[in-house]
């Protein structure tokens, strides 16, 4: 299946059923910005797509994101380099359903906990083995065009 076309997207946690995106009390400071599940009662914001020749840039706000000690950030600054992020859809999961995985293709994007404004963890995917494969709803993500 073809990767998703440059564009605007709302990503939502299957497992946790909550918009992600950046927290709405940042500081303002260069320093990098958490990717949380967002709190009930605010507007999904859009992460921008942009296609590369290794995967996709995921930006948050306007700026990249990347891994740091296990965790997803929008970066501010070139340090660290932003990730290309490979998108997997898993339609034996629903429409608009994929897994957002590092470029190794085994660590993605999960939902550690879905306590309030938990942060998007960076962590080896749970694969069961069935044919076509199973992930866990915390790995699956909803990810749809923002209009």
């Given amino acids: 299946m073809a990767p998703l076309p440059n564009g605007r997207y709302i990503i939502r946690s299957v497992g946790a059923r909550k918009f992600v995106g950046r927290s709405p009390r940042e500081d303002y400071s260069l320093l990098p910005k958490r990717v949380i599940l967002l709190p009930d009662g605010v507007q999904a914001p859009f992460f921008e797509f942009q296609s590369t020749d290794r995967g996709t840039k995921i930006l948050a706000g306007g700026n990249s994101t990347a891994e740091i000690d296990r965790n997803l950030f929008a970066v501010l600054l070139p340090e660290p380099p932003a990730e290309d992020w490979k998108i997997q859809a898993i339609p034996q999961s629903g429409k608009n359903r994929y897994?957002?995985?590092?470029?190794n293709g085994y660590e993605g994007w999960i939902v550690g906990d879905d306590s309030p404004e938990a942060q998007i963890a960076i962590r080896p995917l749970i694969i069961g083995p069935s044919e076509p494969p199973f992930y866990p709803p915390n790995e699956v993500w909803e990810?749809?065009?923002?209009?």
């Avoid at 990810?143 to 209009?147: E, G, K, L």
């Fill in 99 to 103: 897994i957002i995985t590092k470029s």
């Fill in 143 to 147: 990810i749809v065009p923002y209009n």
